[in-house]
């Protein structure tokens, strides 16, 4: 592959990963939102599944990333070979020294960690949002009915 090919591999990978991220960002405001605006009460069971199904989305998610910017990380290589090769291009070596001053595992940092935060963010939102109790859910219904008689 050339080094034109290269470069437009990486941004095309770049691109992927900010779609993905974008995902990512947009998940978490959802469920976080939900947690913040919803009064009504969760039951214990709603809260298995909502975290069992955010967990899920979560490994996914960072599963795609890690992949991705492991295929970033090796079209960075094939960059800095042609930096050393003597490409003469601006370009070129600044990728390349992106990646020889730690692109890459800043990359990885900065997305385990990410993950990890609103990991607990979420599970903590979902653990601390008020459960529905068998009293809560009679003043709820009993609430409910004095609205319909209104």
């Known amino acids: 592959m050339d080094i034109a090919a290269t470069i437009e591999t990486a941004l095309e ?5 900010d779609a993905q991220w974008g995902l990512f960002i947009t998940v978490h405001l959802a469920i976080l939102g939900a947690m913040v605006y919803i009064d009504e009460p ?10 069992a199904v955010y967990l ?10 890690q992949s991705q910017i492991l295929l970033l990380d090796a079209t960075y290589t094939d ?15 600044r990728m390349a020294d992106l990646q020889r001053n730690g692109r890459g ?9 990410s ?4 990991a607990v963010l979420v599970i903590l939102s979902f653990a601390t949002h008020p459960l529905m109790t068998r009293e809560s859910a009679e003043r709820a219904k009993s609430a409910s009915d004095g609205d319909d008689v209104a």
């Open 13 to 17: 990978i770049g691109n992927r990963i």
């Open 42 to 51: 969760l039951h214990r069971f709603e809260k298995i599944i909502g975290i």
């Open 56 to 65: 899920g989305f979560a490994f996914i998610n960072l599963a795609m990333m």
């Open 79 to 93: 960059i800095v070979r042609f930096a050393d090769e003597g490409a003469d291009s601006e370009l070129v070596q």
């Open 105 to 113: 595992r800043v990359s990885r940092l900065v997305m385990n960690i």
């Open 115 to 118: 993950h990890l935060v609103m």
